[in-house]
Structure formats: structure tokens, C-alpha cells
């Protein structure tokens, strides 16, 4: 019995092994880019993508066949939004150990990307709420539709339309402003 499980155990490795292995050349770079949307740092997005290579590795038994990309979308999402929290946790901290002076150094990609009319729309994006722009993100970076995103996201079709909508009424607004 030993033998036939580990026989089983070693079949079922490598058939992770394979699905892993076959979704990570076509995924590996949108899900990092993906991440970075999120995160705007380049090695934390690989970070967090590869985590969820990792995790899907682990759940390859569970995970419903053909799942396996949206498996990665929600999990790089939920990694996101994990690190952001985190984030925001250590500039709290930071915030209440300085003095009350904060300095800020823009980096060298927020100075390029600033002359930028992307970079604009970008800045606007980020201004909205973070489950507005988690749906508008999904759906017109990653070009998924309603059902795709409420999977991912883990909330209703409808809800989906929702954020979308008032993500987009949003970012309307703040263009006419301009």
C-alpha cells in the first residue's frame, strides 16, 4: 500500500508539476503585471505573483480543471491587497516615530511617468476607491469580463457593474475637472 500511494503522491507532483509549469509561461508576466498595478513596485509584483504560482502549485489537486488562471488573478489580488494593508501598517508606524515631518522622494519612474498623459490618468485611478479600481483594473487591463472579475474579487456580477460604473462616473468627474 505504501508503494501505490507514493506511486500516487509522485503522479500527482508531476501532473502539478506539468499544469504549473504550462500556465506560468503563458501567465507569469501578466500576473506580474497585474501586481504591480496594485503595488507599484516592481519586485514585490514578482513576489507576489510568484506566491501565487506557488500556492496554486500546492492546491493543483483542488483547484476545478481550467481554473488555474483565474485561480492566479484572485490570488495575486488577494496578495496585493495583503501587501498593500502591510503597507500601510509600516507607514503608520513610520508616520508615529518621526517627529511629524514626513519627506518624500518621488522615484525615478514616478518622475518619468509624471509627463506622461497616462501617468495622469494612473494618478486618477489610484484616487479612487480600491475596489473601484480592482474592477476597473481587471477589467480593462486585463480585459476580463463581469463574471471573471466576480470570481477573482470574490463579490456579485452585479456588484461588478456597479464599481465599474461609479469607478468610471469617477474618473469622468475628475477628467471634466481637469
Known sequence: MTLVGTRRDAAARAAADD???????VHWRPMVRLAWLFVHDDLLAEEIAQDAFVSLHRKWDDVREGRGAAYLRQSVVNGARSALRHHKVEQRYLDST???????????EDEAMSADRAADLFARLQRLPARQREVLVLRYYLDLSEAQIADALGIAPGSVK??????LA????????R
Not at 499544469?19 to 509561461?25: P, T
Not at 518621526?98 to 525615478?108: D, H, K, P, Q
Not at 456597479?162 to 469607478?167: D, F, L, N, P, Y
Not at 469617477?170 to 475637472?177: G, I, K, P, S, V
Open 98 to 108: 518621526r517627529a511629524g515631518t514626513r519627506l518624500r522622494v518621488a522615484s525615478a
Open 162 to 167: 456597479a464599481h465599474a460604473h461609479r469607478g
Open 170 to 177: 469617477a474618473l469622468r468627474t475628475q477628467m471634466e475637472e
Open 19 to 25: 499544469g504549473v509549469s504550462s500556465l506560468y509561461a
